[in-house]
């Protein structure tokens, strides 16, 4: 009697193993298919230079993370020998952009030694038509959020020195 059931658990354990092999190969999930950044409830959160570097670097060689979520989740200071600040005056994220950035309120600082006006730059160069900018404040060598007007700029404020 011991051995018909130690040979039927070991049916069981192996069809639950081949079914669980058998659902990724038609495409079938098991949980959820939500992965960071695909809504405003699981966004990709940004909490230190390193994240933003991250973000700046993608877009930089091209992906636009659209229909993507960020949220800021600290205030970020980013000082002038930091690989996102190049000496040149071009805009930090050269690259289009195409997601969604909540600042959540807090502020990105650019900590350089020239502050001056002509020197300051814009913080994107391009946002895509679903692209959304807002509750951000920015601090420091910045003039402003991007380099066009756009609409879907919100609640985004520049800050003095």
């Not at 659902?23 to 699981?42: A, H, M, Q, R, Y």
């Not at 800021?72 to 000082?79: A, G, M, Q, V, Y």
């Not at 805009?91 to 020197?119: L, M, R, W, Y």
């Amino acid at each position: 009697m011991f051995s018909v059931k130690k040979n039927f658990l070991k049916v069981i354990v192996t069809f639950i193993l081949i079914v669980s092999l058998f659902f990724p190969l038609v495409g079938i999930k098991c949980f959820s298919s939500i992965s960071p950044g695909d809504s405003t409830e699981n966004p990709i959160v940004l909490a230190s230079v390193q994240d933003l570097e991250a973000l700046v670097e993608d877009v930089n060689e091209g992906i636009s993370y659209s229909g993507k979520y960020f949220v800021l989740r600290k205030d970020i200071c980013i000082k002038e020998n930091n690989k996102v600040l190049s000496n040149s005056k071009e805009p930090v994220i050269k690259g289009k952009f195409n997601g969604v950035f909540d600042g959540n309120g807090h502020t990105i600082i650019f900590k350089t030694k020239n502050s001056a006006q002509e020197d300051k730059r814009v913080l994107f160069d391009y946002l895509g038509k679903n692209a959304a900018i807002k509750n951000l404040n920015i601090k420091g060598n910045i003039s402003s959020v991007a380099s066009e007007k756009n609409d879907n700029i919100k609640n985004c404020h520049i800050l003095e020195d």
